[in-house]
């Protein structure tokens, strides 16, 4: 069999199935077999710049922008020698509308048009980077408050061959990116990926490299490879437009997609394979529906329903204990542990600092205002170094700790219970066998700094220079400006003690606001991650119920194990390598 024998079989077993998703994935794969056109998709959440970009590298205040959702439904952007807006109505003719951003903001999420009718807008441009077939896809944010346009966003996916992903520099790679990613993007293969990291110029360089490089680290951690990431700012590039200068960040872009454009050339059959095996998995999902409803009658699917809760009601009290604990025993430990270690720095300091003022010789007064506070600065920026080694290894093995508690004591309780009568384990459990552990880790770890640089990044507070000399500004002249310098020494002496306790406490408590702030980060990830594990384990259930309440079973079992055979010999050649791809 060939590609296309293995797509018409596909198509036929899917459509007497009914499996929508099945028969879209299929449509999405024989169109990009058809179409000599680059699908580009420019993807993020909202308020992330995506039509802020697309602006500016098209050099057209086109696509509307604003700080609320404005991207209400999906924008073609294609090469056209006359520039025209049309816009393709699901139940009505096509109209074509101005190409202006007053236009095209009736359409948008606040504007005057029912947004919900729209299938699509296509706008064609006469511009040289949409000249050799090049189409940009302006998506709506994938966190969008309405559910139809980030459904919008998902359902274009398959017609991708590359994306563009959008992070606020701010706040690159959240955790609801990083799902959207793993569990979207990278189903559907989409494997030629271009990251920018927009809003670059709020930060400043120091800024910008740290996220840069966390960014970077994250979307390894999810990719397994090297991550593409590129700074942009939409505002920059405005500005070097009205000097007549050439944008550097545009020229960048450019380059970064027609990479894209050849990634996707190389990898083309293999996403076709990718795809088509991803069909098949499917298809081979609903057969296991329909087979369960031959042997189960719907009764019984509800006394298995009432146990699987049962058992569920059961762990509730322990995943609650574990979550306190996690509280309880990771956070206080660190703290504890940090405690410890401010305690230490503050012994030193009063120890260095009294020994300096013991035996200098020149002038107090400056030494006070101008060298100690630097010195106590760098201390605390040194401590802060050498602490992070040990609060990075610290949550990682913490979290490596929970997640193995969370997968022996919930996740594989749950399994066990799944497989009980002969009930189809569902696709995600399945899948993840043997990495469930890992699952949970890398959930929590998102929530986390990434590097060691990031760690001591949180422990370093701005402005400690500051209010270290503020601290000894105030000593300087309330006590003891206008005594002799022996005199003068004595009393500094007996500050130190309190300055540096005051400084010290000051800052421990900053930072054990940052710990606090990411454990409760971390529970509320585990929660989640815990909530959407009981959620699919149900969905099966009530999937194989509504199944069985059908008067009739629409298979009979001959049906059945014809398509499995089917299935299974479509999937050996796609596993061996198809001919004519």
Not at 19 to 48: C, M, P, Q, Y
Not at 99 to 121: M, N, P, R, W
Not at 217 to 224: T, V
Not at 239 to 253: D, F, G, I, K, P
Request: charged share 25%; aromatic share 6%; glycine share 4%.
């Amino acid at each position: 069999m060939n590609i296309e024998q293995i797509t018409d079989k596909l198509v036929e077993i899917s459509e007497r199935m009914q499996h929508r998703a099945a028969i879209n994935l299929l449509a999405s794969i024989e169109d990009a077999r058809k179409r000599n056109t680059f699908h580009v998709a420019v993807l993020g959440e909202f308020n992330r710049g995506k039509s802020s970009l697309i602006n500016a590298i098209l050099g057209k205040t086109l696509l509307p922008t604003d700080v609320l959702p404005m991207t209400a439904c999906l924008h073609v952007l294609e090469y056209g020698h006359e520039e025209t807006c049309t816009i393709v109505w699901k139940n009505r003719p096509a109209e074509t509308i101005p190409l202006t951003q007053e236009a095209l903001k009736s359409v948008g999420a606040d504007g005057e048009e029912d947004v919900s009718q729209i299938q699509f807008i296509v706008i064609r441009l006469n511009h040289p980077l949409l000249y050799n077939g090049l189409t940009l896809l302006d998506t709506p944010g994938v966190n969008d408050v309405e559910a139809s346009r980030v459904e919008m966003t998902y359902q274009v996916l398959p017609h991708c061959d590359a994306a563009i992903f959008l992070l606020d520099a701010a706040a690159p790679l959240t955790k609801s990116e990083a799902d959207f990613l793993q569990n979207k993007v990278l189903h559907y293969q989409i494997e030629s990926l271009l990251f920018v990291l927009s809003k670059a110029d709020r930060l400043d360089e120091e800024e910008l490299e740290e996220a840069m490089e966390g960014a970077s680290e994250r979307i390894h951690q999810l990719l397994g490879q090297e991550a593409h990431l590129v700074p942009f700012s939409a505002n920059r590039v405005w500005q070097e437009r009205a000097n007549y200068a050439e944008s550097a960040e545009v020229n960048r872009l450019f380059d970064r997609i027609q990479v894209l454009r050849e990634q996707a050339r190389q990898s083309f059959a293999k996403r076709q394979v990718s795809n088509l095996q991803l069909v098949c998995q499917m298809i081979d999902e609903q057969l296991a529906v329909e087979q369960t409803v031959l042997q189960l009658n719907h009764t019984k699917l509800v006394e298995y329903e009432r146990a699987l809760h049962s058992r569920r009601v059961e762990l509730e009290s322990a995943f609650t204990l574990l979550l306190a604990s996690m509280d309880k025993v990771g956070r206080e430990t660190l703290e504890q542990m940090f405690r410890a270690s401010c305690a230490r720095l503050e012994e030193k300091l009063v120890e260095d600092i009294s020994y300096q003022l013991q035996i200098m010789e020149g002038d107090l007064e400056k030494f006070w205002n101008k060298n100690l506070p630097l010195q106590i600065e760098r201390a605390i920026k040194q401590f802060a170094e050498e602490k992070a080694v040990e609060i990075k290894t610290y949550l990682d093995r913490f979290c490596q700790h929970v997640s193995s508690e969370y997968h022996r004591h919930f996740r594989t309780e749950l399994l066990l219970t799944l497989g009980a009568d002969s009930l189809q384990m569902p696709q995600w459990a399945s899948a993840s066998k043997g990495r469930g552990q890992h699952a949970v880790h890398q959930v929590m770890e998102q929530v986390l700094p990434v590097t060691i640089g990031m760690v001591a990044g949180n422990l370093i507070l701005p402005g400690i220079g500051t209010i270290v000399g503020g601290a000894l500004a105030s000593v300087i002249t309330t006590v003891v400006r206008g005594n002799q310098k022996e005199q003068m020494r004595e009393a500094l002496m007996e500050q130190v003690p309190d300055l540096v306790q005051g400084v010290i406490t000051h800052y421990r408590r900053e930072v054990e606001k940052t710990i606090e702030h990411w454990f409760v980060q971390m529970t509320a990830t585990l929660e989640s991650y815990h909530r959407e594990q009981e959620e699919q384990l149900l969905a099966t259930v009530q999937q194989h119920k509504d199944a069985a309440s059908a008067p009739v079973p629409a298979f009979e079992q001959s049906e059945l194990d014809r398509y499995r055979q089917t299935i299974e010999e479509c999937e050996q050649m796609l596993m061996r390598g198809v001919q004519h791809v």
